[in-house]
């Protein structure tokens, strides 16, 4: 992990990453993208296929839906930082033909990319952190975390100390309890959703709280 040289180090330096078996499969790291003094920092969960192919986050249909929904929000114009949990796309080959199906990360995925999600968020050190679904809710709050019971609620930024299968409590580290974190659903679950529209109001009224604490 390089010392100096900001995001675009970490970024080169991401590359390379062997931390698990995650780059054997996938075109190349997918880091985060943005600006490195925003003061908005969103987390999803991993690049999709188009993500993986392009090598830029959120650039696919859940990326789309989400700027709209960022723009319902009063966050369209906000400069934003955007990276996920985990760096590399993780999938399942289908059967027949050669449509690649998302495959959840596990726990060691998500731990070993950790340190990279921390750096980043060391760096840019935003006003405001929106984990977008389950799994980044895991990899920066703890292995207890769950979408559906924390979403939409302006919460104290936690220390980054602990790692990703920790329990959600951490003592705290200077510089780190100044800024908020609120959790939310992730866009590809309002794509999924049976009642998209009613889905995507309710990402719209979460991200609309986050908008509300930025000054
Ligand atoms: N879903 C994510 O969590 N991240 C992306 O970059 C794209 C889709």
Request: net charge positive.
């Amino acid at each position: 992990m390089p010392r100096r040289g900001g995001v675009e180090a970490l970024r080169r330096a991401s590359a390379d990453c062997r931390g698990c078996p995650l780059f054997k499969d996938a075109t190349q790291t997918v880091f985060g993208d943005g600006s490195p003094t925003a003061r908005l920092f969103l987390v999803g969960e991993q690049p999709g296929d188009q993500e993986d192919r392009e090598g830029q986050p959120f650039v696919g249909p859940a990326g789309q839906l989400l700027r709209r929904a960022l723009g319902e929000a009063g966050l369209g114009d906000e400069e934003v930082y955007v990276t996920n949990a985990v760096k590399h796309f993780k999938f399942a080959t289908a059967p027949r033909g050669k449509r690649r199906i998302h495959k959840a990360p596990s726990l060691r995925e998500m731990t070993a990319c950790r340190p990279w999600l921390v750096a980043e968020l060391r760096l840019v050190s935003p006003q405001l952190v929106i984990v977008l679904g389950g799994t980044a809710g895991r990899a920066l709050l703890g292995s207890s975390f769950r979408v559906g019971e924390q979403r939409g609620v302006l919460q104290p930024m936690p220390s980054w100390d602990r790692g990703a299968g920790g329990d959600g409590r951490s003592a705290g580290r200077s510089g780190e309890g100044s800024g908020l974190l609120l959790a939310t659903t992730h866009p590809s679950a309002v794509l999924r959703a049976d009642d998209r529209e009613a889905a995507f109001r309710g990402l719209v009224a979460d991200l609309s709280v986050a908008a509300s604490a930025l000054d």
